[in-house]
């Protein structure tokens, strides 16, 4: 009703506070709801695009979702790639997966990203969280990936234009050499709301304050 043509769900709120720690229970717990919603957007008919709210958006992304695949995604990777390296789902790495980041995803409404989707919930299921191992739902992601790449049409971003936090932030050469490449950056590789808000201030990435009047959040401190 109040948002016509969009797909909005507004599940119940977990504790805020316990959901902000990475590693904590909470943490997983809020964001191993991820898969569901976005299935369920899927089997509503529509196209998703999910990112991180740890992401500054630079250009409109959509000009670069090339062709028709099943789902897009950017690898959590810093080692450096050529400017025109595949879009194949990388190989796996030494824990036997690779390591695609699950902080920006887009799908269509096919069979395939519905697969894709069902498979990341079991492996979920596979992985809870404990003390001992303080999962996170990333690495489900890519073993969902990697199990059913053979039925899904897969494709990975250009690492210029959707830079790791890793690596844009670590590698100031890299990002004078791709200079108006970038186009969505994740302020990953560092823990702490504080600190993300931070280093964004530091790099010119703070872009909340001088839109405030346009939010309806208004100026956040």
């Known amino acids: 009703?109040?948002?016509p043509g969009h797909a909005v769900l507004i599940p119940?709120?977990?504790d805020s506070q316990i959901?902000?720690?990475f590693g904590s229970q909470g943490f997983f717990n809020f964001t191993a709801r991820r898969p569901q919603h976005l299935l369920q957007i899927l089997e509503l008919g529509y196209n998703v695009m999910y990112n991180d709210v740890d992401?500054?958006?630079?250009?409109?992304p959509f000009k670069y979702l090339e062709g028709s695949h099943d789902a897009y995604f950017m690898d959590d990777m810093t080692a450096i790639k050529p400017l025109d390296h595949s879009h194949d789902l990388p190989p796996p790495g030494?824990?036997?997966r690779t390591y695609i980041c699950s902080c920006m995803i887009f799908l269509r409404p096919t069979n395939g990203a519905k697969l894709l989707m069902k498979k990341w919930i079991e492996e979920l299921q596979d992985q809870p969280w404990s003390r001992a191992k303080k999962a996170n739902d990333q690495p489900a992601f890519n073993w969902a990936l990697n199990k059913t790449a053979h039925q899904v049409d897969?494709?990975?971003l250009s690492?210029?234009?959707f830079p790791t936090g890793g690596l844009y932030f670590k590698n100031g050469t890299w990002v004078k050499e791709t200079k108006g490449k970038h186009v969505i950056i994740h302020n990953n590789y560092i823990?702490?709301?504080d600190k993300k808000i931070k280093r964004f201030r530091e790099f010119g990435l703070w872009l909340v304050d001088d839109h405030a009047l346009e939010s309806p959040l208004g100026k956040l401190k």
């Open 1 to 3: 009703e109040k948002w």
């Open 12 to 14: 119940p709120a977990l």
């Open 19 to 21: 959901a902000h720690k």
């Open 55 to 60: 992401m500054v958006w630079l250009q409109d």
């Open 94 to 96: 030494k824990k036997g």
């Open 154 to 156: 897969l494709y990975l």
């Open 159 to 161: 690492q210029a234009a």
């Open 191 to 193: 823990l702490g709301f």
